[in-house]
């Protein structure tokens, strides 16, 4: 098995918990965003540790977006892990009532791509890659890439396309930078933020790790994926062009950027994607923590109280440090302390 291969297995394992259920008075789940997968079982796994022989067990699962959403409207979860925001249309389907969403990181959606020969960090625009998933665009040395280009020699190869199968945050995040990119995608799709569109061409992957793996095994391929896993197998990721007109590369900094500027209202649903930064890398996608504004709905005290303490250790220095270290972007510190109030305001049994 090669190195690249092996860890994207270690990536998306599903986290093994710390001891068996019975050893704890109280187990929480959170689930669904795999765009967010890597963080969540660190944090997990580390909060899981520090707390070793006392009364607490954290698990973590990824179902995508949509699935998390849908395991919190069921009460199967406390902490459903969603890079966009719950719909309006969804809002009567929550059993246990009212919802909270509560920002905890920024990560960049990468146009990671395989083509033997052709160097890291090609650039791209937000018009190029809406052609390439439209099918519009069909080989690598298609005038409009080339000239963006000089000196890479690209082949005359067709464009194997990848994208994601199911109801995807990491979708709903690339498919909005695509509408504010090009007419001809807004036309098509329409200009909201779309979980799963109708793709006109690809190679489906049902999550993030899928994609990648995808990507990785099919010469002269392109998809988008989260960061940290494009890190993980050493994929060459493009530069894409910002609102301010500056081809931008992937990094914690550059998706920081993106971050510094967001907007949070009272109900903390901010939206990262295609910043006016000019430092920012502009497919940069936040993802939330949506959980009860009564944290006792279909769940006991002990869970209520363990869901509680989490988010505080995930919002905290530590918590934000580990996700820094995997290649995510933590809150700047003015929308911290905003969602550092929001979870003291949660109640509790």
């Known amino acids: 098995m090669s190195s690249r291969k092996l860890a994207v297995g270690l990536i998306v394992a599903a986290i093994t918990l710390l001891g068996t259920a019975s050893a704890f008075a109280a187990t929480i789940s959170e ?10 079982q660190q944090l997990a796994s580390s909060y899981n540790k520090a707390n070793s022989g006392s009364t607490v067990n954290v698990n973590v699962g990824a179902s995508g977006s949509g699935g998390g959403r849908t395991s919190l409207q069921n009460e199967t979860i406390q902490i459903a892990g969603s890079d966009n925001v719950s719909p309006a249309a969804d809002a009567g389907k929550y059993k ?33 890659i809406a052609n390439i998933y439209l099918g519009k665009i069909g080989s690598w040395d298609n005038k409009s890439i080339t000239k963006l280009n000089p000196g890479v020699k690209f082949p005359h190869a067709q464009i194997q396309v990848v994208h994601r199968s199911g109801n995807s945050g ?67 990721v493009a530069s894409v062009q910002n609102a301010k007109g500056v081809f931008i590369k992937p990094t914690v900094a550059s998706v920081a950027a993106a ?38 709905a279909g769940a006991s005290a002990d869970q209520a109280k363990l869901t509680k303490g989490f988010l505080t250790y995930a919002l905290g220095s530590e918590g934000q440090g580990q996700i820094r270290k995997l290649y995510y972007a933590p809150l700047p510190a003015k929308l911290l302390t905003k969602v550092q109030s929001a979870v003291k305001a949660l109640q509790t049994c």
């Open 31 to 40: 689930g669904g965003s795999t765009f967010a997968l890597p963080f969540w």
């Open 96 to 128: 246990g009532g009212a919802i909270q969403h509560l920002p905890i990181a920024f990560g960049g959606i990468t146009l990671a791509y395989n083509v033997p020969g052709v160097p890291n960090n090609i650039k791209l625009t937000g018009a190029i």
């Open 170 to 236: 990491t979708t709903a995040g690339f498919t909005e930078f695509l509408a504010v990119s090009s007419n001809q995608w807004a036309q098509k799709y329409g200009g909201s933020v779309q979980d799963l569109p109708r793709w006109p061409v690809g190679l489906p992957g049902a999550t993030n790790a899928a994609v990648a793996q995808l990507i990785d095994k099919t010469q002269n391929s392109i998809g988008y994926v989260e960061q940290s896993y494009a890190i993980a197998t050493g994929m060459k």
């Open 259 to 296: 971050g510094d500027g967001v907007y949070a209202g009272p109900s903390l649903t901010i939206d990262a994607i295609n910043s006016k930064a000019k430092a920012a890398y502009p497919i940069t996608s936040q993802t939330f923590a949506i959980v009860y504004k009564n944290l006792c």
